[in-house]
């Protein structure tokens, strides 16, 4: 009977002690999965911070928004030494974005596209460019760096991503839109600084090796719209570096600034040639061969120079217009985006397609 008696007390100390261990297991666990979120908090907090501004603009538009607040390593990068090639550039971006977790790509492909600057009659700068390609995913990106110029830029999800299906949905391609910060294809900063990337379809871009500093096409414009506020500054920032390919394509960029001036800046081995041009499209202006770039490139480099004449008091809309009828489409190249900077105030708005219908307008300055 003593047994008895002792062995339900034991039971029921057992039976106590499991359920008060219970809950100290609990807490242990607990805590450690704590330990482990703030961890990671602490180790992703500037990218998490990043991706938590990224948004579609509206439910009719293909594209993206996406903010960056400080330079995200640009600093750093250009301490470095920059990058010679879209695979060094997608390396240090591995490592900063995903510390080493995951790869990060980065590469810049061709733009079939067309530019055009000119001045309204209070002396305004007016600048449009239209993005043509076969597919994109746009992400607009505004950038406030710690030191230098506000700036709207956009950016080819697929030059991350390799995909035009990929949207930056979800954590994984969230973290990876965070790159688009590296391959701008055009933007306009708060000085009035309009840079765009161009395919050429003429000769190659040469690889140059020298002992400069190196950038890949999207980085430099990256440092053109953080650092320039002029196109002079613009030429002679270009000159401290070697500026190489993206994507296996040639390119030239077109730049604009407040004043009116702009350019073509059109890369040889020496390091590049600066052309004074109101319009660019895909030839190369240095050579003065506008039928190297095919036809197509002819016809919208012709319509754009006609357009500067059929108005001495150009405004805005006239821009949208000239726009438009370089747009394409259809074909193999439609365009994706065009943009329009606004003389009046720190804005630039987008139409999507080869619509001009229904724009979307955004300040650089934040709100």
């Not at 998490?48 to 928004?65: E, G, H, M």
């Not at 750093?76 to 010679?84: H, K, N, P, T, V």
Request: hydrophobic fraction near 40%; glycine fraction near 10%.
């Amino acid at each position: 009977m003593k047994f008895k008696a002792y062995n339900k007390m034991y039971r029921a100390y057992r039976g106590k002690s499991r359920r008060a261990l219970l809950p100290r297991v609990l807490a242990v666990i607990g805590g450690a999965v704590l330990l482990l979120l703030a961890a990671a908090w602490l180790l992703f907090r500037q990218e998490l911070a990043i991706t938590r501004t990224i948004q579609r603009l509206d439910a009719s538009s293909p594209a993206w928004f996406m903010e960056v607040k400080g330079d995200y390593h640009f600093e750093e990068f250009l301490d470095r030494g920059g990058a010679s090639s879209d695979g060094e550039v997608s390396a240090f971006l591995s490592r900063k974005i995903s510390k080493g977790f995951y790869t990060a790509p980065a590469e810049g492909h061709g733009t079939g596209c067309s530019v055009l600057s000119r001045q309204d009659a209070q002396g305004d700068h007016l600048w449009g460019r239209n993005y043509d390609w076969t597919g994109s995913v746009p992400i607009i990106v505004r950038h406030i760096p710690k030191e230098g110029y506000a700036s709207l830029s956009t950016c080819d999800f697929q030059n991350v991503t390799g995909s035009a299906e990929t949207l930056p949905e979800g954590m994984i391609n969230e973290m990876l839109a965070i790159a688009a910060l590296y391959v701008p294809l055009d933007g306009v900063n708060a000085a009035g600084l309009c840079v765009a990337d161009l395919e050429v379809n003429e000769g190659g871009m040469p690889d140059p090796d020298t002992e400069k500093p190196d950038l890949t096409i999207t980085t430099a414009i990256r440092l053109l719209l953080d650092r320039a506020a002029t196109v002079d500054e613009a030429l002679a920032l270009l000159a401290q570096y070697d500026v190489h390919p993206s994507g296996g394509i040639s390119h030239h960029l077109a730049i604009s600034d407040a004043a009116g001036k702009s350019v073509a800046v059109e890369f040889t081995a020496d390091g590049f040639q600066a052309v004074d041009t109101p319009v660019v499209t895909n030839f190369n202006l240095a050579n003065g061969d506008t039928a190297a770039g095919g036809e197509n490139a002819k016809e919208r480099y012709d319509r754009l120079m006609g357009s500067l004449l059929s108005s001495t008091a150009p405004s805005l809309k006239d821009v949208e217009n000239s726009m438009s009828h370089v747009a394409q489409t259809d074909g193999t190249w439609p365009t994706q985006w065009s943009m329009v900077n606004n003389p009046d105030g720190p804005f630039v708005t987008w139409y999507f397609k080869g619509n001009f219908t229904n724009g979307v307008t955004l300040c650089i300055l934040p709100g």
